[in-house]
């Protein structure tokens, strides 16, 4: 197993899968997807500037932002395209437009200053500091000139059926890995937050995982999960695809008093809040949905 820039890729079992390995060594073909992942480098000052012009202006963004880095998952039979990318987590946090969450220290700040700021004047603004995102992803059908493909539409649609998770327990082999980082904050010091977003490729399926995690230090946690499967076992042209969403959110005070641990070392990064959480579940799950793909 060979360890690439952009992922974990299994030569011997990809090619007993009789798959393929992209030419660029980005990921696999396998099983009619293109299945590729890129890891770019921080963006640089320009390239945020015109990424705030893009989002309305906006006054701040993450400080670690990885503006080219995305995960791709292509069905050519079909023109489904699933994507992953920074920019597009972030036009949903501007649409989302969430009241900002108030930190113990700055509201003692503004207790004590504010006949000063009265009297000066000053303009407080008021955004989501937190970069907090609804985003699940970027669907879209890409013809690529297929006239059987043109004007077909894709969209999620409630199902009671459930993931098949058998597949992810199977011991199949891993034909290809990677963990894409799409944006992440200190927070100035507050907490942090990250976008992030992982793909496993094996015989029988792929698996998205899509996390956003935020702690916000002495007050809340977040983390929204989205997770994707692709089962290949039915013969198909369309593809089979099942999305599962779960949103988790509460202040360190009603979470503890519900039996999840209280704010420290157990809210260190998105795992070990995810394990976190459950001790808590069904209090603080904001949203569950399972949904499967619909192709018209």
């Keep these: 197993m060979n360890r690439r820039t952009s992922g974990t890729i299994d030569e011997p079992a990809i090619k007993a899968a009789g798959s393929q390995i992209l030419d660029d060594n980005t990921g696999v073909l396998h099983k009619g997807w293109r299945i590729e992942t890129r890891k770019a480098p921080i963006s640089k000052d320009a390239e945020l500037d015109a ?3 893009t989002l309305d202006n906006a006054k701040n963004l993450p400080e670690q932002l990885f503006g080219d880095s995305f995960l791709r998952l292509s069905h050519a039979a079909s023109g489904v395209c699933l994507e992953f990318k920074a920019l597009d987590a ?18 003692d700040w503004m207790k004590a200053r504010q006949k000063d700021v009265e009297a000066s004047g000053a303009v407080t603004f008021e955004y989501d500091w937190t970069y ?14 297929d ?4 004007g077909r539409t894709a969209e999620w649609v409630p199902t009671n059926e459930q993931m098949d998770r058998s597949l992810l327990m199977a011991r199949d ?3 290809f890995f990677d963990e894409v980082p799409l944006y992440e904050s200190e927070l100035d010091d507050n907490g942090a937050s990250q976008l992030a977003v992982k793909v496993r490729v094996m015989p029988e399926c792929w698996f ?22 692709a089962d290949f076992r039915a013969s198909s042209e369309q593809p089979q695809l099942t999305r599962e969403v779960r ?8 979470l503890h008093a519900a039996g999840a641990p209280p704010d420290g070392p157990a809210y260190r990064d998105a795992d070990s809040t995810s394990t976190a959480l459950q001790a808590a579940a069904p209090i603080g799950v904001t949203e569950f949905c399972t949904e499967r793909l619909h192709i018209s």
Aim: net charge positive; glycine share 6%.
């Design 173 to 175: 082999p891993i034909l």
């Design 132 to 145: 907090t995102t609804s985003y699940k992803g970027t669907l879209r059908i890409e013809s690529n000139g």
């Design 147 to 150: 006239a059987s493909v043109s």
């Design 247 to 254: 949103c988790c959110e509460g202040t360190f005070d009603a």
């Design 208 to 229: 998205v995982l899509l996390r956003f995690w935020l702690r916000v230090d002495g007050v809340l946690v977040r983390l929204y999960e989205t997770r994707y499967m």
């Design 51 to 53: 990424y705030k012009a």
């Design 90 to 107: 972030l036009h949903a946090w501007r649409k989302d437009d969430r009241p900002p969450v108030r930190v113990g220290t700055a509201q």
